[in-house]
Each structure stands twice: as structure tokens, then as C-alpha cells.
């Protein structure tokens, strides 16, 4: 909790008359801010290349070249965001290419068991919450408090990885591979308002009495 520094005792308008007072002093802000890394996840091969099964009766898919970037970007004729823009299965080579790299996304041959598991992360989460406070004096002993409280104050949307997004998948044969869209990570509103993370900004308003 800060403290602004405005009204009696205060660095500024310290010896401003009473209405003046009532207007500038006893503000206050809080804040809380949350930032986390991305969650990992697995690029699925969309097809049973080996004697074992895993996600699914499906083997992870085969990384040709360096690994690449998983990061949140917009590419034309996609709703919402993308963590690679690939081109389609090549059905020669069995292989997705992350566009501008040298890197490929390709189903197994048979017998194979793909890239490793929990290789690439996710888009990160961050969320700022803040409060507005301002205190109003009635007496020696009584003062009313108002708060504006405003959760995911800048409104900003965090995406969830392709493996957990209401319309992407992290499967190489996938139509929707990479993609994130649309409903953004966050703890759900509807579970209480005053929940760190909310998906969209969420502006309460109170009043406390103390005395």
C-alpha cells in the first residue's frame, strides 16, 4: 500500500485549507502483480509409430533442425494467436515447417519414438491488480473508506498453450496445430470476484466504515 503524498502532514498541499483537503488527501493505492512462465508441453505426432502408447495411442512427433521459438503471434486468416506458424503436412515428407526456420515438425518413422517430452513452454501469464482508496474523516474516531478495486487492470489476455486452448492443438496432423485460441488462462470470475487473474477486467466499487 502507497501512500500519495498529498493533504495535511503530507509533502504536498501539507497546509491547504479543509475543502481543499477533503479533495486531495488521503488517497492511496494498492497493487498486486502476478507473472509466471509458460506451462510445457509436448508436439504430439498424431500417429501410433511405435509398439507403446502415450497421449493418446500416439507418439510425439520428430523435431528435424533446431528447436524453435514458442511464442504468441498473429498470422493472417487465423483467429487469434499462434505459438508457430507452420505450413500444412507436406504428405511426402510427413513434416510441418515453422515458417522462417529450418525447423520441422514430422511424424515419426515407423518404429520411432519422436523428441523428447515437455520440450517447449507455452505463452507466459502476468496480471496486475490495483486499488484506488480514498479516506474521508467524519470525526476524531469515524472515517469512511472508498475503494476502486480494478482485477486485470490493464485488460490483458493471457493465452493458454495449444495443448490446454479451447480451439488449438500441439498434434502435427491437426488442422488447428499451434494455434491458441480464444478463451484466455485465468483463475474463472464466476468462482469470486476477487480472484488473482481474472480473464477480462473487473471493476469493483465499495464503501467501509471504520471507527
Known amino acids: 500500500r502507497y501512500e ?15 475543502f481543499v483537503d477533503h479533495i486531495v488527501g488521503n488517497w492511496a493505492l494498492t497493487g498486486i502483480y502476478t507473472y509466471q512462465s509458460g506451462e510445457p ?3 504430439n505426432s498424431g500417429a501410433a509409430t511405435a509398439n507403446f ?3 493418446g495411442k500416439q507418439t510425439r512427433a520428430d523435431l528435424r533442425g533446431p528447436l524453435p521459438q514458442s511464442q504468441l503471434q498473429f498470422v493472417e486468416g487465423i483467429v487469434g494467436p499462434v505459438v508457430f506458424n507452420a505450413t500444412d503436412r507436406d504428405p511426402n515428407t510427413n513434416c510441418r515447417q515453422v515458417i522462417g526456420t529450418q525447423s520441422f515438425f514430422c511424424i515419426p518413422e515407423p518404429g520411432g519414438f519422436g523428441m523428447g517430452r515437455n520440450t517447449l513452454r507455452g505463452p507466459g501469464f502476468w496480471n496486475f491488480d490495483l486499488g484506488i482508496l480514498k479516506r474521508f474523516n467524519i470525526t476524531e474516531r469515524v472515517n469512511i473508506q472508498f475503494r ?3 482485477f486485470n ?3 490483458h489476455p493471457n493465452f493458454e498453450n495449444p495443448r490446454n486452448a479451447t480451439e488449438g492443438s500441439p498434434t502435427v496432423t491437426s488442422s488447428l496445430f499451434g494455434q491458441t485460441c480464444c478463451v484466455t488462462s485465468s483463475v474463472p ?12 477486467r473487473v471493476i ?8
Open 4 to 18: 500519495l503524498p498529498f493533504g495535511k502532514g503530507r509533502k504536498f498541499f501539507s497546509s491547504a485549507p479543509g
Open 41 to 43: 508441453y509436448t508436439i
Open 53 to 55: 502408447t502415450i497421449a
Open 148 to 150: 476502486a478495486e480494478m
Open 153 to 155: 487492470a490493464f485488460n
Open 189 to 200: 470470475a464466476s468462482t469470486t470476484i476477487i480472484a488473482t487473474g481474472e480473464p477480462n
Open 204 to 211: 469493483q466499487f465499495a464503501l467501509k466504515v471504520q471507527f
